[in-house]
């Protein structure tokens, strides 16, 4: 069972830098991931003869509050993934529909790849983590399937799969 393990330091203008539970508790649990086409879509395309789409990178927040994970909608258009169904999210702003898209995450540095029958297409615009395009939400879904330990006090996260 794969299990990644995450700190966050507080930098100090002196060079220092201390593990920070202000950090975790301001940017939350992230890490890198790699969104392309599933794996069913991947094995016809190379079938056909049919070029890849490359896979787009960016940052996924854990989210213990989302239902399904989520992937930022128009990445599934770059990737040329045509929606398979719609659902509706209860938000706190009301009920949303959003499209249903097939999709492969990897999560390169944890070392865990999931192939998912459909994730929701969800409008993450302006979502920034470090300077980097928030990507995707990882939900309950995934998080029944392993272990979340999140220790604010020490602004330490862990997750196994």
Do not use: W
């Amino acid at each position: 069972m794969p299990v990644y393990n995450s700190q966050f330091f507080e930098n100090f203008p002196d060079g220092r830098h201390k593990i920070s539970p202000l950090v975790l508790a301001t940017i939350g649990p992230v890490l890198a991931v790699s969104v392309s086409i599933p794996q069913a879509l991947a094995e016809l395309y190379t079938k056909q003869q049919v070029p890849l789409p490359s896979p787009i990178t960016g940052m996924a927040l854990i989210d213990t509050g989302a239902t399904r994970s989520c992937v930022h909608g128009p990445i599934m258009s770059e990737l040329k993934v045509n929606p398979i169904g719609v659902v509706t999210s209860h938000t706190a702003a009301g009920p949303v529909l959003h499209s249903l898209y097939p999709a492969h995450f990897t999560f390169p540095v944890a070392k865990i790849e999931i192939d998912f029958a459909s994730v929701v297409g969800a409008d993450l615009s302006g979502q920034m983590i470090d300077n980097q395009q928030l990507i995707a939400l990882i939900g309950r879904d995934v998080l029944s399937m392993g272990i979340f330990v999140y220790n604010g006090s020490t602004g330490t996260f862990s997750f196994a799969m």
